[in-house]
Nanobody
Framework: QVQLVESGGGLVQAGGSLRLSCAASGRTFSDYDMGWFRQAPGKERDFVALIRWSGGSTYYADSVKGRFTISRDNAKNTVYLQMNTLITEDTAVYYC???????????????????WGQGTQVTVSS
């Protein structure tokens, strides 16, 4: 089992920044690719960004490319999501997720991840 705990959400004005953190425990953190997803009220859970187990490869949804940066510190068992130039459409509950590393593909489906955190609310006001 992998336990994931997100933090860092909050209320921010449009154009502002937030940094989300996700602390992992329970298994060897570097054995897992990590992803961030988000879910707005009444909508599906959407892919935001992922980072490979080594941190050497990342992939982003088009909607956040150039504004968000995913990173990880395997020594601290933590993955981060730096969110800049936030817009109201970024308002959602943000979840981190983990899946065992393997394969050449970028896994962007929520069903492809095995472990999830409880989520942290991000609200962007206009």
């Amino acid at each position: 089992q992998v336990q994931l705990v997100e933090s860092g959400g909050g209320l921010v004005q449009a154009g502002g920044s937030l940094r989300l953190s996700c602390a992992a425990s329970g298994r060897t953190f570097s054995d897992y690719d990590m992803g961030w997803f988000r879910q707005a009220p009444g909508k599906e859970r959407d892919f935001v960004a992922l980072i490979r187990w080594s941190g050497g490869s990342t992939y982003y949804a088009d909607s956040v490319k150039g504004r968000f940066t995913i990173s990880r510190d395997n020594a601290k068992n933590t993955v981060y999501l730096q969110m800049n130039t936030l817009i109201t459409e970024d308002t959602a509950v943000y979840y981190c997720a983990a899946r065992p590393f393997g394969g050449p593909y970028y896994y962007t489906g929520a069903g492809q991840y095995n472990y999830w955190g409880q989520g942290t609310q991000v609200t962007v006001s206009s």
